[in-house]
């Protein structure tokens, strides 16, 4: 699914209005019936008020659209237009005159105006700014989102929290509405997928109002939301005349002394992911552990005790897993540069191979093209230097991914993944992930798929969309609490089948 920015989602209003033949009142209509049918299955009836906090924009007009067909709905409503500036968009001012006929009770709050008194059981629909905001709104303003910030009620926002801009919020000290959930039209904003903006709305929803689909088909981006109809749409069957060496012999490298679990989550997530073969390579330490835990996966054991020290597999792998659990040794340096001197296929970098690479710069060199790496803002960072917001950090991955011939995954709430043409935001996944060896099983699976020859750019969305997704099923019944990565390799087949059954 595409992602827009401001003048985009204008202009596919416009074209909406011409080719529909409609005008924009009645697609703002359309927009705040629908918002309000979602608002009517979720919260009505309500034992308090809904307090609908209009602005002097369309967004403020959607606001009235939902009053009125909550009013209608016998709802009580009150409307408290936040007269922020003279100038009135033109259907908000129908929107108002509609809604001042009917016996609705309408306030107008201004820079001397007091809080009202908005009780628990009450429900604040907010409209104040949507995708129009460009500047920090007046100081009355802000302290007004403040105000509704700290009442007890629960805040719905409409498009967009307001106080949060289509590109990113100014500052640490900005004031945005914090909303339980935030219904937005059409298609995802980039706002609430990026950390800083997003953790200002708890939840959030697209409501379709049918926008020209001819004009969001050809309107270009660099920015995708991966939903689960693509998803679908990748995954490969596993064709009845197929053998093990039809999907890939995967290579995990990985592990020191106290570490081989690492290792062991990445290869068993390997095999679970679909590879045809796993072959595993770790320290001595890690032989027996890995045999007996995983009996599928065959273990290459190094020389040293306790350390990777060489990595001379006796077969060609088709993608090669490395770094879980490995630590930084310089021997283990080294014998990761020998080994990408004479290996050119797929391969996934992670954990410990992103710290080396931090910490050698000319192992960028040796890396195969399209190498995947799965850093997390921590290893992210030491790659590629500090950033001042959310926006420079989309930048710089974008910019690594295209230097460096690399597939970034730098992962988060909605894990990014870049070639530098496009960035691609996942859409599953949970908190219940932040949790040690998640990321060894991410890169188990990414491995594996490659392995499987999906090109890799779809290995890794697939990849990242299957983990995470494997993630919500197993909290159906382990909760975010509970979560541990050895649940995500479990839960992965009813992904798989979840998938599966959307093929159908
Ligand atoms: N177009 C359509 O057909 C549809 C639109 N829809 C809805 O419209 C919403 C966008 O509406 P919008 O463009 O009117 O902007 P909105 O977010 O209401 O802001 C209001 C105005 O405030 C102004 N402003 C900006 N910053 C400011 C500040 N700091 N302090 C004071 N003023 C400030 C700025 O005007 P400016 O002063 O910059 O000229 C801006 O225009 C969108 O989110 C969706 O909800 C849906 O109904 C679907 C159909
Ligand atoms: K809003």
């Given at each position: 699914?595409?992602?827009?920015?401001?003048?985009?989602?204008?202009?596919?209003?416009?074209?909406?209005?011409?080719?529909q033949?409609?005008?924009?009142?009645?697609?703002?209509?359309?927009?705040?019936y629908?918002?309000?049918?979602?608002?009517?299955?979720?919260?009505?009836?309500?034992?308090?008020?809904?307090?609908?906090?209009?602005?002097?924009?369309?967004n403020?007009?959607?606001?009235?659209?939902?009053?009125?067909?909550?009013?209608?709905?016998?709802?009580?409503?009150?409307?408290?237009?936040?007269n922020?500036?003279?100038?009135?968009?033109?259907d908000?001012?129908?929107?108002?005159?509609?809604?001042?006929?009917?016996?609705?009770?309408?306030?107008?709050?201004?820079?001397?105006?007091?809080?009202?008194?908005?009780?628990?059981?009450?429900?604040?629909?907010?409209?104040?700014?949507?995708?129009?905001?460009?500047?920090?709104?007046?100081?009355?303003?802000?302290?007004?989102?403040?105000?509704?910030?700290?009442?007890?009620?629960?805040?719905?926002?409409?498009?967009?929290?307001?106080?949060?801009?289509?590109?990113?919020?100014?500052?640490?000290?900005?004031?945005?509405?914090?909303?339980?959930?935030?219904?937005?039209?059409?298609?995802?904003?980039?706002?609430?997928?990026?950390?800083?903006?997003?953790?200002?709305?708890?939840?959030?929803?697209?409501?379709?109002?049918?926008?020209?689909?001819?004009?969001?088909?050809s309107?270009?981006?660099?920015?995708?939301?991966t939903?689960?109809?693509?998803?679908?749409?990748?995954?490969?069957?596993?064709?009845?005349?197929?053998?093990k060496?039809?999907?890939?012999?995967?290579?995990?490298?990985?592990?020191?002394?106290?570490?081989?679990?690492?290792?062991?989550?990445?290869?068993?997530?390997?095999?679970?992911?679909?590879?045809?073969?796993?072959?595993?390579?770790?320290?001595?330490?890690?032989?027996?552990v890995?045999?007996?835990?995983?009996?599928?996966?065959?273990?290459?054991?190094?020389?040293?005790?306790?350390?990777?020290?060489?990595?001379?597999?006796?077969?060609?792998?088709d993608?090669?897993?490395?770094?879980p659990?490995?630590?930084?040794?310089?021997?283990?340096?080294?014998?990761?540069?020998e080994?990408?001197?004479?290996?050119?296929?797929?391969?996934?970098?992670?954990?410990?191979?992103?710290?080396?690479?931090?910490?050698?710069?000319?192992?960028?060199?040796?890396?195969?093209?399209?190498?995947?790496?799965?850093?997390?803002?921590?290893?992210?960072?030491?790659?590629?230097?500090?950033?001042?917001?959310?926006?420079?950090?989309?930048?710089?991955?974008?910019?690594?991914?295209?230097?460096?011939?690399?597939?970034?995954?730098?992962?988060?709430?909605?894990?990014?993944?870049?070639?530098?043409?496009?960035?691609?935001?996942?859409?599953?996944?949970?908190?219940?992930?932040?949790?040690?060896?998640?990321?060894?099983?991410?890169?188990g699976?990414i491995?594996?798929?490659?392995?499987?020859?999906?090109?890799?750019?779809?290995?890794?969305?697939?990849?990242?969309?299957?983990?995470?997704?494997?993630?919500?099923?197993?909290?159906?019944?382990?909760?975010?609490?509970a979560?541990?990565?050895?649940?995500?390799?479990?839960?992965?087949?009813?992904?798989?089948?979840?998938?599966?059954?959307?093929?159908?």
């Amino acid at each position: 699914m595409k992602i827009f920015n401001a003048e985009q989602i204008r202009r596919a209003d416009k074209v909406t209005i011409e080719n529909q033949h409609i005008s924009s009142l009645q697609l703002m209509e359309r927009a705040g019936y629908r918002l309000f049918r979602k608002l009517h299955e979720n919260y009505i009836p309500l034992k308090g008020k809904v307090w609908v906090f209009c602005g002097m924009g369309n967004n403020g007009g959607d606001g009235l659209v939902i009053a009125r067909h909550l009013y209608e709905a016998k709802q009580e409503v009150v409307v408290v237009l936040v007269n922020f500036s003279d100038r009135r968009s033109e259907d908000m001012q129908a929107n108002l005159d509609r809604v001042a006929a009917l016996d609705i009770a309408i306030t107008e709050f201004r820079e001397t105006s007091s809080f009202p008194e908005i009780i628990a059981d009450d429900l604040v629909i907010d409209a104040v700014f949507g995708i129009g905001l460009s500047r920090r709104p007046a100081a009355w303003v802000e302290r007004l989102i403040l105000n509704i910030n700290t009442c007890p009620a629960r805040v719905v926002a409409v498009d967009l929290p307001s106080g949060m801009m289509m590109d990113g919020i100014e500052g640490e000290t900005a004031a945005v509405i914090k909303a339980d959930h935030t219904y937005t039209f059409q298609t995802p904003k980039l706002p609430l997928l990026l950390p800083g903006s997003g953790k200002y709305s708890r939840n959030w929803s697209i409501i379709a109002i049918d926008q020209d689909p001819d004009f969001l088909a050809s309107e270009p981006t660099f920015f995708y939301y991966t939903d689960e109809k693509e998803m679908v749409k990748l995954l490969e069957e596993r064709p009845r005349f197929s053998h093990k060496g039809s999907y890939g012999h995967a290579f995990i490298c990985g592990g020191s002394y106290g570490k081989v679990g690492a290792a062991l989550m990445c290869a068993e997530a390997a095999l679970t992911a679909g590879s045809g073969l796993v072959s595993a390579l770790v320290p001595r330490c890690g032989y027996q552990v890995l045999q007996t835990s995983v009996p599928e996966v065959m273990c290459v054991p190094t020389s040293d005790e306790d350390l990777i020290t060489g990595i001379q597999p006796e077969f060609t792998p088709d993608t090669v897993a490395l770094g879980p659990g490995m630590g930084k040794d310089e021997q283990t340096f080294r014998a990761v540069m020998e080994f990408l001197n004479t290996y050119h296929g797929y391969l996934v970098l992670d954990a410990d191979g992103l710290n080396i690479l931090a910490e050698h710069p000319e192992m960028w060199d040796a890396l195969p093209g399209q190498t995947v790496i799965t850093p997390h803002p921590g290893e992210f960072k030491r790659l590629v230097g500090a950033w001042k917001d959310d926006n420079e950090c989309l930048e710089m991955a974008m910019q690594l991914a295209k230097r460096r011939n690399v597939i970034v995954v730098l992962k988060g709430a909605y894990t990014l993944v870049t070639d530098g043409d496009g960035v691609y935001f996942n859409s599953t996944g949970n908190p219940g992930m932040a949790t040690g060896g998640s990321g060894d099983v991410l890169t188990g699976i990414i491995a594996s798929l490659l392995g499987q020859d999906y090109a890799p750019l779809e290995a890794t969305r697939l990849g990242v969309f299957l983990h995470g997704l494997s993630a919500d099923i197993a909290i159906r019944d382990t909760s975010v609490w509970a979560l541990k990565a050895t649940d995500i390799i479990d839960y992965l087949g009813d992904a798989f089948l979840f998938l599966q059954s959307l093929k159908r």
